[in-house]
Structure formats: C-alpha cells, structure tokens
C-alpha cells in the first residue's frame, strides 16, 4: 500500500474544496470500515482520504416531528443508543446491530454503507422502504435524491467524485407504520447476507388493512432492489395470510440473483419470498404496537 495523504477538515466547505481539488483521487472516510480495506487491497486508489468525523453537518442525530436526520459519518452504535431514533425507527436499529462486529459498529456509520454501495449492504433496503432521501453537497450546491435510485451498481452511485453525502433524511412515519429487516447468513454473525428484506407498512386505524407498504431486498441483484409490485400488491388489502404469501411471491420475482460461493440463484428466490413474508408479519406487529 503506497502512501496516501490524510485531511481532517473541520468544516463541509473545506471538505468539498479538498475533494474538488483532487477530483476521483480523493476518498471521502466516514467509519473507514469499506475504504481503508479497499485501499490496502488494491480496490480502489487514492492521494488523499478525506476523513469527515470533524465535520458537525455529517455526525449530528436530529429527531422532530419532521423525521430523523441522520449525518453521514453517524456511527451505528450512536444510532441504536439513541432512545428516540429506537423508539421511532426501529427498522433501521434491525440493520444498525446487523453490520460487522461490535468493534465496527464503534465507526461504520450508515452513510458510509450507503456510498459503499454494496448489494447486500443492511441499512440500504430500510432506508430505502422508509422513503429516506440523500442530501449530497460539492462545488456546485446542493442537491437530493431518494435513496431508491442512489446506487447505480456494485460499488457505484451517484455521488460525482467531488460531492460529499452529508446527510440522510427519513420522514417521520405517519401514524400505524412500521418497519422491519432481516437477513440470512451462512454463519451466526459477522456475514454478507445471501439475502436480506426490508418491509414497512401502514395499516388503517383499525390495524385489519393495508393502507401502504414498500418492500426492499439486498444482495439478490447488481444493486439494492425496491420490490415495487411486491409492495403496491398489498395497498387496499386486509391483512390476511394471502395477501402477504402474494406479497412474498412478487418479491421473488423482483430479485435478479446471482450464484456464488453463498449461495444459488433457487435459494436466494426461495429467501427473498420467505424474508419478505417473515419482515411483513414483523411490521404489521409494529405497526399496531404490539412489538
């Protein structure tokens, strides 16, 4: 690994200067989790790594009756310790305990795993399905784009080399939502997800229908997938047993998997439809406060 400059500014406007001057040559560096390791093994270059943890606009937690804004460079273990962000989001603490160890929880933040850009990355699908938007700032100003289309393929998004993600906005949900995701792995813990789903809904005030719901999978395509027909399926629905194997069949069919050394393309399908039925039962629970 060759020698590579290290910048800490304090401020986002000496950031994006520093990452405008060195273009496609500078690395932005949340946790550190994804970057370094590419770095020393040949994945990615870089002259200089941008480290952002001295940046307030990237590592604040604000919660109102707006949503959750949560700064890029957040750590996961700041997010599944903060009591408001748990009690209103808990979707998004299934994925925060979820990605690496412990130790890595102590600086992977979910901005970083969203610019990692990794298919089978655990925060995308929840943040996905609770409609979060990316606020992303550079030379030219400011600018939002849904999570959804974020990730444009393994590894690439739509962050120009010279823009910063500074924060990840979440609306707050509306009134009988929740959300939930899970993942399977080969091992207890400490895995890449063969498959993971995430689901939210709303249910009426009655807690017996579906007034809306957004199904999200990971590792089962070139990117994080937004199971559009999976979710719209169940608007208007009772809740029923039918409504959500119907759900977890359309899911199936929106994943493109691969085979590899995890698993195959029949498992992965057979996980999503399953994930999908099990995050759905899960939510709907939330949704009406039982859990």
């Known amino acids: 690994m060759r020698a590579i400059d290290y910048a800490a500014p304090t401020s986002l406007s000496e950031a994006v200067a520093i990452m405008a001057a060195h273009g496609d040559r500078a690395r932005p560096l949340a946790g550190g989790t994804d970057v370094l390791v590419q770095l020393r093994g ?16 990237l590592n604040g937690i604000k919660v109102d009756d707006s949503g959750l804004q949560l700064g890029a460079a957040v750590a996961c273990y700041q997010i599944y310790q903060n009591q408001a962000v748990a009690a209103a989001y808990p979707g998004l603490i299934d994925a925060a305990s979820l990605i690496g160890s412990v130790q890595i929880q102590g600086r992977a933040s979910i901005g970083g795993n969203l610019c990692n850009a990794a ?7 929840p943040i996905m399905t609770m409609s979060a938007e990316a606020h992303i700032n550079g030379p030219n100003g400011w ?4 999570t959804d289309s974020f990730c444009t393929g393994p590894g690439r998004s739509v962050l120009e080399p010279d823009e910063l993600l500074v924060a990840i906005q979440i609306p707050a949900p509306a009134a009988h939502t929740g959300t939930a995701y899970l993942r399977f792995i080969p091992r207890n813990e400490m895995d890449i997800a063969v498959a993971g789903v995430s689901s939210t809904v709303t249910l009426d005030a009655s807690g017996q229908n579906i ?11 070139p990117t994080p997938i937004l199971a559009s027909a999976a979710g719209d399926g169940l608007a208007g629905k009772a809740v029923s047993d039918d409504a959500i194997a ?13 085979t590899d050394m995890r698993g195959t393309i029949r498992q992965r399908h057979h996980l999503v ?15 009406r406060g039982e859990e």
């Not at 119907?246 to 691969?258: F, K, N, T, V, Y």
């Not at 994930?275 to 709907?284: F, K, S, V």
């Open 42 to 57: 040949g994945r990615r270059e870089a002259d200089v790594v941008v480290d952002t943890k001295k940046i307030p606009e």
């Open 119 to 125: 298919p089978s990355g655990d925060s995308i699908p």
């Open 143 to 146: 600018r939002t784009v849904p």
């Open 211 to 221: 007034v809306s719901a957004r199904i999200a999978l990971a590792s089962v395509g």
């Open 246 to 258: 119907e759900a977890g069949r359309l899911a199936s069919e929106a994943a493109s998997p691969i």
């Open 273 to 287: 439809d399953v994930l999908t039925r099990r995050t759905l039962h899960i939510a709907i629970r939330r949704a």
